[in-house]
């Protein structure tokens, strides 16, 4: 079992441009929740999907979007980024029937210059 | 708003002590609560998870209390040593739900 993937593994972007980030969750999980953590911070929740729909989101603007594949792997898209973007961002996946520890990825840091 | 606070400040203790580390929370009832380990550069693992109904948890060295009056959770570790290492991540659940809110960690370290 492979566990949560994720890719690239680093990324550096400039200001306004647009980022897509990948993830492949753990076998039998269907639910991918995505977050952002900033260095020295915990984990920010920033949207979770499931059956290919988002189903939650936490208090970040629409620059952030996602999209989930029938085999449950997920994107995240950043548009406009900006400075403050900069951070790692790890994916999380879980099974919606069963226990709620959720299983993360080595993250992707991206940089904006 | 919900709110959950964990000691920012580094806990440096002797190996084979036990290490203690704290999570209150406002403004938040949640039915259960998560614990992390975090190495540098890596993603959160899972621990342990306790709910509203259960006071203790434990697992090998690791003990989890939660005291839903004092809005609380208690995070040990026993016989620490220095593998132990780690920055603890307490996470309830966000807004009920299967995401997490996570308080900004406490950074352990634990000297041979």
């Known amino acids: 079992d492979a566990g949560v993937t994720q890719s690239p593994t680093h990324l550096i972007k400039t200001r306004g441009q647009q980022v897509t980030l990948r993830c492949s969750p753990k076998s039998g999980h269907d639910t991918v929740s995505w977050y952002q953590q900033a260095l020295g911070q915990g984990p920010q929740f920033i949207f979770q999907y499931y059956e290919e729909e988002e189903r939650q989101r936490g208090n970040f603007p629409d620059r952030f979007s996602g999209h989930q594949f029938p085999n449950y792997s997920s994107e995240l898209n950043v548009n406009a980024l900006l400075l403050g973007d900069s951070a790692l961002y790890l994916c999380a996946s879980s099974a919606l029937a069963g226990a709620n520890e959720q299983f993360f990825g080595p993250g992707t840091r991206l940089t904006v210059l | 708003s919900q709110k959950i606070e964990q000691n920012s400040e580094a806990l440096n203790i002797q190996e084979g002590k036990t290490a203690t580390l704290t999570c209150n929370y406002t403004n938040y009832s949640p039915a259960y609560l998560q614990w992390y380990r975090q190495d540098p550069g890596r993603g959160p693992v899972f621990l342990l998870l306790i709910r509203e109904n259960e006071k203790e948890k434990r697992k090998e060295r690791l003990k989890v209390t939660f005291d839903t009056t004092l809005k609380q959770s208690l995070f040990h570790i026993t016989a620490s040593q220095p593998a132990d290492s780690a920055t603890y991540l307490c996470?309830?659940?966000?807004?009920?739900?299967?995401?997490?809110?996570f308080g900004s960690g406490t950074r352990l370290q634990v000297q041979p």
């Open positions: 996470a309830p659940p966000h807004t009920g739900r299967r995401a997490l809110t």
